[in-house]
């Protein structure tokens, strides 16, 4: 079946909640107005009011109900309307949220899946253009984990719904609709901390996730390299294997990311290389990524992603290094 990311992140709820009856959805406008994105539409009239709950725009009370929730033996998945409002629930995220298994020694784990949507290149207002999956995957307790197209978007959500641990959702604003894909309807899982090589080659790696996987695959198939290209998929636990193993058989390495360069994740995939695989190199490691400014106004915002020309002139000065 045909599915854009919206569709697939849908059916991925539907059927989980089809499974389990403890799953309960929470967020603003997510029942009758389906979400802000039609991720949920559909699901209050199918489950009800008890288990699809419109709530009042709080951030913060929504992150700890579903905490309540959680310790109260439901699987809640709080939707929280854009990446950048999550920060007025970054205290129940980070003291409660990650550090209850732990805190309890694992005799209460908190399962949920904070879903919001993220980055860029639509053209939207201050706040709802953020990358934040740095702030997130640097606090232990939490998995963390960004799809680039829907495939992965509905095998991750009911991986994520399968599990006993917290997991913070990130879907690309700018993928929802862009493109569709041949989903199958019955329930799959992507498994969480696997990285796919979604094309092989032998001159460089480059290592991307979320809206720079297609930016990305273009440049390649443009200047028709052999270029390993590697989507994360899950950005917190990394999947160190897959990433050193392609690192030590091209010998070249590149990460391109949307979220802005200083103390990101290409930053900690470069030292993990540089640690395991150093010798094996043949030049240093470049990152492409957006400055480390605040996301600009709509208008500015071309300026500010990484786009083609900037990927493809780092690769051509990657190659002649």
Known sequence: MQMNIVSAL??????????N????????????DGGVFRVTDGLL??????????TPLAESSIVGT????????????????FAGFMYLSFSQIVNHVARYRARTRSAITLPMIIRTPVSGGVRTL?????????????????IVVEPSNPYDAKGLMLAAAHGKDPVIFLEPTKLYRLFKQDIPENMYEVPIGKANVIKEGNDLTIITYGTMVDVVKNVVDKKRL?????????INPLDEKTIIESAKKTGRVMIVHEAPLSFGVGAEISARIAEKA?????????RVAAPSLPYPLPGDEKFYVPNEMKISNAIDKLLSA
């Open 21 to 32: 009856e403890k799953m309960v959805l929470l967020g603003e406008d997510i029942g009758a």
């Open 66 to 81: 579903a905490i309540g929730m959680a310790i109260g033996g439901l699987l809640p998945v709080p939707e929280l309307q």
């Open 226 to 234: 052999s270029a390993e290209v590697v989507d994360l998929r899950t």
């Open 278 to 286: 150093i010798f094996e190199l043949d030049a240093p490691i470049m």
């Open 45 to 54: 009239s199918k489950y009800g009011e008890s288990r699809v709950i419109d």
């Open 126 to 142: 201050e706040h709802h253009s953020e990358s934040p999956e740095v702030e997130y995957a640097h606090i232990g307790g939490l």
């Open 10 to 19: 849908n059916n991925a709820l539907d059927l989980a909640m089809a499974e």
